[in-house]
């Protein structure tokens, strides 16, 4: 089985596989782990995850479609190519079709390529506009890495947790770059993004959990320093901007403004309903823990983009991005 060589899927096999294999089998967990670091040789060779030139083909094609001189789709073209993109990612292995095709363990049931896919369109119908920078070719990248490795986590965790995502987050994506056509720079920014996990804990820490602003500042901060110090210098007058993007869309896919197609059935999905905002459906039991919309800004001067809400998450972000926080707060819903 460990000399099994990976060759590329079919658009029909890959499709059958997203539609229908939310637990990852145990031989194709195995085969994943074993193109893990040795911890005794952290950059010694590995085991591939995907043929290589599938899998730049699909980056390529993402980059060309969602990357700053993207093509310009109407909503229903937009999420369509997305679903394309996760697909041409998927039929780069059965590795990468079954990770994709995994459970990831939220308080809703979603596929990882789902998500992704949620993300992806958030971007692209909320964000785009902001990243058209040639830098910006690694956002479409990060947005599908971000996560790659949390229908893993899932799979050999023993009680289907996704707790230990943020590891196998990191080494999939190192391990993935490594057969890719990007440059060394393009590929650190990326793993740079897709280690990025202190904003979501800054936010939750004060306005959830009493942590005092000063605090959280300051952890948040030394956080984001450390990965700005190892940002190459071509994309430091960048780098927080595209953090910013890729941590806020990331979590508006958590939203009812995030959509997904079913490749079970290729119909269009609300990743966010009202059964999964609202106890039994219904504004008036009180919203779930379901949902990240609580926030964001649902007044109509914002329905048209992505941005915080509430004085304490205001502030979070704007002690976080001093320079970049004005395109991602609210200026009408901020109570």
């Known amino acids: 089985m460990h000399n099994h060589k990976l060759q590329r899927l079919s658009q029909r096999e890959t499709i059958a596989i997203l539609a229908d294999s939310p637990d990852i089998p145990d ?11 040795c911890p005794d040789r952290p950059y010694g060779p590995t085991l591939p995850l995907v043929v290589p030139e599938a899998f730049n083909m699909a980056l390529d094609n993402l980059i060309a ?17 997305s679903y394309d993109h996760v697909v041409a990612l998927a039929c780069s292995s059965i590795l ?11 308080p809703r049931p979603r596929l990882l390529h789902e998500h992704t896919q949620s993300v992806l369109n958030i971007y692209s119908e909320y964000m785009a506009d902001l990243f058209t920078d040639p830098r910006d070719s690694v956002v479409p990248i990060a947005h599908v890495l971000k996560d790659i490795g949390k229908s893993f986590a899932v799979a050999i965790h023993p009680e289907r947790s996704n707790k230990d995502q943020a590891v ?8 993935l770059l490594a057969d890719s056509n990007l440059n060394a720079d393009q590929r650190k920014v990326i793993e740079l993004h897709v280690e990025e996990k202190i904003v979501g804990w800054a936010l939750a820490a004060y306005t959830e959990k009493g942590i005092p602003l000063e605090d959280v500042l300051q952890k948040g ?12 210098a071509d994309y430091r007058g960048r780098f927080k901007f595209q953090l910013a993007g890729t941590t806020f869309a990331d979590m508006a896919a958590h939203t009812q403004k995030a959509y997904f197609i079913s490749a079970a059935d290729g119909h269009i999905y609300q990743d966010v309903t009202d059964a999964d905002r609202y106890i039994w459906g219904d504004a008036a ?14 007044a109509p001067e914002d329905a048209g983009r992505v941005r915080f809400r509430g004085a304490g998450r205001i502030a979070v972000i704007q002690g976080l991005f001093p320079e970049h926080y004005e395109q991602f707060i609210s200026e009408v819903d901020n109570v």
């Open 285 to 298: 039991n009180g919203e779930t823990e379901m949902t990240l919309d609580r926030l964001f800004s649902e």
């Open 168 to 175: 196998h987050n990191e080494w999939i994506t190192r391990r």
């Open 27 to 37: 031989d194709i967990v195995a085969r994943i782990n074993r193109s893990r670091p």
């Open 96 to 106: 990468m079709a079954h990770m994709l095709a995994g459970e990831i363990s939220i």
């Open 65 to 81: 479609d969602k990357g700053p001189a993207g093509s310009q789709h109407t909503v229903f073209e937009s999420r369509w190519a």
């Open 221 to 232: 901060r030394q956080e984001l320093q450390s990965l700005f110090g190892r940002c190459p």
